[in-house]
């Protein structure tokens, strides 16, 4: 058995050199990417880059480099290692051209600020990269938020493909890979930690970009033009990560288990806004209740300081299992555009306490209106609250994208938000749920419509994604939308999707946990892959791994627990659920011989 580790390299001195220029350091998400998909990992210096330092290494991966950073011990030490086994990752990492097996030739900037894409990306490797998409989003490009380099790569594999900001093919690499050795090299033509970033926590919003008189989380979409129907940057993660599988590492799943234990399909989350009504919470939480699904209510302060919904309506509320929420508004009282302040913010919550007394977890704002990049994250978080629900799904117009399923943000997952260059870049412990289907499977006046809501359930049954389901209560009150949530059920159980049902806060609190979570220590041998596991979440976690046969053993604390293996975008992956508290888990194949687990 040996260990399998890998590690991510973060200099420090750039960063501070970074933020006190006042620039953002983009290359330290790199670090939540790896979260975000699950691979633990260590941050390490560029002492580590020598024979010694990365002889106890499995992967390497590298963000982009000042010129001349490396010297030639380092380049030869690294050669060396990724000969011997090592799987090297650079992204955009410029001075190791030998060892990607690529030359850079020019580059690609973004097309206006640094906001806005460069260019795309399709991914075109019929093993690894294409089967990602289903088949009928194959000719989907991806937009790149970050500068990009433009490379000749003869020898590599190419699993992405490099287009232009009109996505006219280059054609250039995007994404190579190639055997070196015993090992492997893969490189990016951009920096996929700046291009999350960007993509994923969007444009800062001082000025009513889009021109619908306000700031809200639309002005910050920065996947604009693209359409956002797909999650891109899942995708560009889920890339990264066939890559790593490959060459042996295991994943935290980004969903926890269903509550009897076995593996979920999807995640269903349930939320939506009362708009300071008074009469109409109490009926659509009882609807949802009816039908055993769980329920958020954020409660609006109309006007501002004066809370309508009675607080028996909200212990109510609380027996019928429906999650409670503050609904901050600063739409209504105030003068557009406007930029809200932490004082205002503060001043909300106070008054939501002094009506309900109880701490929120997670919120929305009224019409996701929102101010400046991290600062709202990292007030919330200060105040004590845990995590909003406020990333649109749709870029403006429509002012009020209803029964649209899409992903402006580029992602269906939660994510930590990081704060700017003036605070240290610092990662808030905060989390921003996207909205990811908003009054799905209906029209008000029509009645049900559910294409888009099929849509939303067979993408976050085939990627395994968290899925939003934002219905405001008032319209849990009326034929229609009651209708889409029914069908939501029949739909699931239609196509045989196993969805774990939460309202925002739980999902919000799993993020959290999740991210406490560890993959303590990953070993393999042949045949045998062994991981210590520790978690606080009640039902426990999933670890998810690339597997070469459909039937291996799995065991927890040497008891047999059933493993499901799926066949997914072109490989098989296993997924073994782990029980709360600390574990050992371990895969082995039934064939002695049949190759790695
Ligand atoms: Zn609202």
């Known amino acids: 058995m040996r260990d399998f580790r890998s590690a991510l390299l973060i200099d420090a001195a750039l960063h501070r050199e970074a933020n006190a220029r006042g620039e953002n350091y983009w290359p330290l998400y790199a670090h939540e990417v790896l979260r975000r998909i699950g691979l633990p990992h260590e941050v390490i210096g560029a002492e580590r880059l020598s024979v010694d330092g990365l002889a106890p290494l499995s992967v390497l991966i590298l963000p982009p480099l000042p010129d001349g950073y490396l010297d030639a011990g380092q380049v030869a030490a ?32 973004h097309a206006e600020d640094e906001f806005t894409a460069s260019g795309c990306i399709s991914l075109i490797d019929p093993e690894w990269a294409d089967p990602l998409l289903p088949p009928y989003e194959r000719a989907s490009a991806l937009p790149v938020i970050a500068p990009m380099k433009l490379v000749s790569a003869p020898d590599c594999r190419e699993l992405a493909r490099a287009r232009s900001f009109f996505e006219r093919d280059l054609p250039r690499p995007a994404v190579t890979w190639r055997a070196v050795g015993e090992g492997a090299a893969c490189w990016w033509a951009f920096d996929l930690g700046e291009c999350l970033w960007k993509m994923q926590q969007g444009r800062p919003v001082y000025e009513d970009y889009d021109g619908d008189g306000k700031l809200r989380t639309m002005d910050m979409v920065t996947t604009r033009p693209w359409s956002g129907d797909i999650p891109y940057g899942d995708l560009m993660s889920f890339l990264l990560r066939r890559v790593l599988a490959e060459a042996g590492a295991v994943f935290l799943h980004q969903l926890p288990p269903m509550p009897d234990g076995t593996v979920p399909d ?26 055993g699904l769980p329920y958020h209510i954020n409660i609006m302060q109309s006007p501002v300081g004066t809370h309508q919904m009675p607080q028996e309506t909200f212990e109510r509320l609380r027996e019928l299992g429906c999650e409670r929420s503050i609904h901050f508004n600063f739409i209504t ?42 600062e709202p994250a990292r007030w919330l978080a200060e105040l004590g609250l845990l995590g909003d629900n406020n990333r649109i799904h749709w870029r403006y117009p429509p002012i009020n994208p209803a029964n649209k399923v899409a992903y402006a943000f580029g992602s269906a997952y939660p994510q930590h938000v990081w704060d700017d260059a003036r605070h240290g870049n610092v990662r808030i412990p905060f989390v921003s749920i996207p909205i990811t289907g908003y009054e799905v499977g209906y029209v008000r006046d029509r009645g049900l419509e559910p294409s888009q809501l099929h849509r ?17 209560p008032i319209y849990l009150t009326e034929e229609p939308g ?10 699931l159980d239609r196509r045989g999707i196993r969805a774990l049902q939460m309202g925002t806060d739980e999902l919000c609190r799993w993020w959290h946990a999740r991210d406490a979570s560890a993959l303590e220590r990953v070993e393999r041998g042949p045949g045998l892959l062994r991981v210590t596991v520790r978690t606080d979440w009640p039902a426990g976690c999933v670890l998810q791994v690339l597997v070469r046969q459909e039937n291996p053993a799995g065991t927890v604390n040497g008891e047999a627990v059933e493993c499901v293996v799926r066949e997914q975008h072109g490989a098989l992956w296993a997924y073994l659920p782990v029980p709360s508290g600390e574990a050992s888990a371990e895969l082995r194949c039934k064939q002695d011989g049949a190759g790695t687990v």
């Not at 995640?267 to 109490?282: I, Y």
């Not at 009282?333 to 701490?359: C, I, N, W």
């Not at 009651?482 to 739909?491: D, G, M, N, P, Q």
């Open 266 to 291: 999807a995640l269903l989350h349930w939320g939506g806004d009362d708009e300071g009504a008074t009469d109409v919470q109490l009926p659509a939480a009882e609807f949802m209740a009816d039908l």
């Open 456 to 472: 939303a359930l067979d993408l976050a049954a085939f990627w395994n994604l968290t899925s939003s389901h934002f219905h405001h």
């Open 333 to 374: 009282d105030v003068e557009h555009p406007h930029r809200f302040t932490r004082e205002e913010l503060a001043a909300q919550l106070d008054s939501y306490l002094a009506a309900y007394g109880k701490m929120p977890v997670c919120t929305v704002f009224h019409w996701v209106s929102w101010t400046g990049w991290a």
């Open 482 to 491: 009651r209708a889409a949530v029914r069908e939501t059920l029949s739909y």
């Open 78 to 109: 690294i050669g060396a290692w990724v000969e011997a086994g090592g799987l090297l990752m650079g992204f955009a990492t410029e001075g190791l051209d030998d060892v990607f097996g690529i030359s850079i030739e020019g580059s690609l900037d």
